[in-house]
């Protein structure tokens, strides 16, 4: 398998999972399907037009090419109805979240170095690609989003994206390194929840 049909597995996956997520928090928050659909499609494709844009691809993929909001609206619809079996899995917001914040800090990276940007710029818009769903998705359910009090959030997207781009330098085959740092993403993320981690933080008052 090319690294091209990978990566646009991965931006499926990616896309799907935040989907997901968003259409999760929907339900618990009493949303109907309108706003499920809504909240969906905003956590599943808002990484990838601030991505895109932040990279003067104009205009955005999303607005290209209808597959994303699909992808996305499809996951917010198999929520609607399969919610009793998403609920199976331990705090599947979480996990869901884990998974595309993996996904698409690696695919956010590639495609900024593909651009032409330094690896330092490349790990940050991977980054902002992994966490811009989430933000639009907390925003939008008027919730604190878990960037701003969840340490080991945007660092596992930093790790993973970091993990990308070194191992792209040190000639790491591209598939090999994208699915060594997506793991890597993931696990950091949902060990960290898992075990308590967290980084130090100001004494209060």
């Not at 808002?46 to 209808?66: F, N, Q």
């Not at 956010?108 to 991977?126: H, M, N, Q, V």
């Not at 966490?131 to 998705?137: K, L, V």
């Amino acid at each position: 398998m090319s690294a091209a049909m990978v990566f646009a597995a991965l931006n499926v996956l990616g896309t799907f999972v935040f989907g997901l997520s968003g259409a999760m928090v929907a339900i618990r928050r009493g949303f109907d399907i309108f706003g499920i659909l809504v909240l969906s499609v905003a956590t599943g494709v808002a990484g990838g037009i601030l991505r895109d844009l932040l990279l003067g691809a104009i205009p955005p993929e999303v607005l290209i090419s209808l597959w994303p909001m699909a992808i996305a609206s499809l996951a917010g619809v198999c929520a609607f109805f399969f919610k009793p079996v998403i609920d199976r899995l331990t705090r599947p917001v979480m996990v869901l979240d884990a998974i595309g914040l993996g996904v698409f800090a690696v695919a956010g990276c590639r495609k900024a170095l593909l651009f032409g940007l330094e690896p330092a710029g490349a790990i940050l818009l991977g980054v902002m690609t992994a966490i811009g769903g989430g933000m639009a998705r907390d925003i939008m359910a008027a919730e604190v989003p878990r960037v701003l009090h969840e340490e080991v959030y945007a660092l596992a997207a930093f790790v993973g994206a970091g993990a990308y781009a070194g191992a792209i330098w040190l000639g790491v085959p591209e598939v090999t390194a994208a699915a060594l740092a997506v793991l890597l993403a993931v696990c950091l993320r949902l060990a960290s929840v898992r075990y308590g981690w967290a980084l130090p933080r100001a004494p209060k008052g």
